[in-house]
Nanobody, 124 residues
Framework: QVQLVESGGRLVQTGASLRLSCAAD????????LAWFRQAPGKEREFVAH????????SYADSVKGRFTISRANRENTVALQMNSLKPEDTAVYYC?????????????????WGQGTQVTVSS
């Protein structure tokens, strides 16, 4: 098990940029693939991006491709989500997730470790 703590969510205007960060409390950080998911009110949790153990393989949902970038700093036990050109439809609680293994997944059921979430609100 690994504890995850997200930060960085806040209210921003359309077109703004925001960087989310997630800190992991573990001594085996490189044993985990990491991901970001989000959940808007009344909707199911949806995949945003994932990254493999070394950080050289990433995958994105079509809705954020070209605007969001996931990265990780293995020496610091952190994963980040850089969000640019934000839109009102990006408004959601964003969750960091970790799964044991080298490769990420877009299936939330494959992740056993979740953070508490951080709220991102994009005003129009």
């Amino acid at each position: 098990q690994v504890q995850l703590v997200e930060s960085g969510g806040r209210l921003v205007q359309t077109g703004a940029s925001l960087r989310l960060s997630c800190a992991a409390d573990t001594r085996t950080f490189t044993s985990y693939a990491l991901a970001w998911f989000r959940q808007a009110p009344g909707k199911e949790r949806e995949f945003v991006a994932h990254i493999n153990w070394s950080g050289d393989r990433t995958s994105y949902a079509d809705s954020v491709k070209g605007r969001f970038t996931i990265s990780r700093a293995n020496r610091e036990n952190t994963v980040a989500l850089q969000m640019n050109s934000l839109k009102p439809e990006d408004t959601a609680v964003y969750y960091c997730a970790a799964r044991w293994g080298t490769v990420g997944s877009n299936d939330p059921d494959r992740y056993s470790n979740w953070g508490q979430g951080t709220q991102v609100t994009v005003s129009s």
